[in-house]
């Protein structure tokens, strides 16, 4: 199983800019666990994110002794993905692709063929660094938009993912609304469809909603898991009142009673949920 840590995504819609050093600590901190991927920062336009403004000196500041857990950097467009990769350090680029028309404009103000098209061109450019492609597929269990929804339709836009040759794609339940139900069923339908596939379950859960929804992930196969500390965060480009993403203790600890092991480090595990108490202060 892969834990992913997602401080980005946690500290994106943040009113108070967190100080450059005190995101080094955290982030430092965090590097210790033994977490698969740490999704750290981001290459976007400063006005849309002013929260991942300093991401390049952040990335200058992190520590690599003794840790085994690779970056991931979330770009928005072709621009961003050539920014990002300019870092050797940075071994992922994920990018935002929405089955939802109206977010898809709302996040990266284009429409989902434009950003098809920005896929492409990414994923060539990752393969050229090699580096690997995450992408998103944002309100890939509905929106609250009125726009087609279905697991089918997110099965036609896998297809044109592999066609591209991305090889890890991740569901996201953007706004938190996912039933447990919607989440099996989705990744029932993906999963036995495209096996050559590493699928991902971004969720955001209101308080209490977690574990179940984290059992319906890894009772359909899931084998990738991304979560935050305390369950900070959210997405500010999807509605007013954010939903926190699942909160990275409660993954472990369903895990456990599901009877997966984990090789973590506990004492930099206390650690950095002691920091991320000033990181997320209110």
Request: glycine share 8%; aromatic share 6%; proline share 6%.
């Amino acid at each position: 199983m892969k834990l992913i840590e997602c401080p980005r995504d946690a500290m994106q819609g943040l009113a108070h800019f967190v100080p450059t050093a005190l995101k080094i600590d955290y982030l430092n901190a965090l590097l210790q666990i033994g977490f698969d991927t740490l999704d750290f920062g981001s290459f976007v336009s400063h006005r849309a994110v002013p929260q991942l403004r300093d991401t390049v000196e952040v990335l200058a500041g992190l520590d690599w002794s003794g840790t085994a857990t690779k970056l991931l950097a979330v770009v928005a467009n072709q621009r961003g993905a050539e920014d990002a990769l300019r870092h050797p350090a940075i071994q992922y680029v994920g990018f935002p692709l929405s089955v939802s028309e109206t977010f898809q404009q709302r996040n990266t103000h284009k429409s989902i063929a434009q950003a098809f098209q920005d896929v492409r061109s990414i994923q060539n450019q990752c393969k050229e660094a090699g580096r690997a492609l995450v992408v998103y597929l944002s309100m890939g269990f509905g929106n609250p938009y009125g726009d087609p929804y279905s697991p089918a339709l997110v099965g036609e836009m896998t297809a044109q993912l592999v066609d591209l040759g991305v090889n890890i794609i991740a569901p996201s339940d953007t706004v938190g609304s996912a039933t447990p139900e919607a989440i099996s069923a989705l990744f029932r339908h993906l999963i036995p469809a495209f096996p050559q596939i590493e699928f991902g379950a971004h969720l955001h859960a209101s308080p209490g909603q977690a574990p179940d929804k984290i059992r319906s992930a890894v009772g359909a196969g899931v084998q990738r898991i991304d979560g935050a500390l305390r369950g900070f965060g959210g997405c500010p480009m999807a509605t007013d009142q954010l939903t926190g993403n699942l909160p990275t203790e409660e993954i472990i600890q369903t895990l456990i009673e599901e009877g997966i092991g984990l090789s973590l480090n506990q004492n930099a595990l206390q650690d950095a949920m002691r920091l991320s108490t000033d990181v997320f202060r209110a």
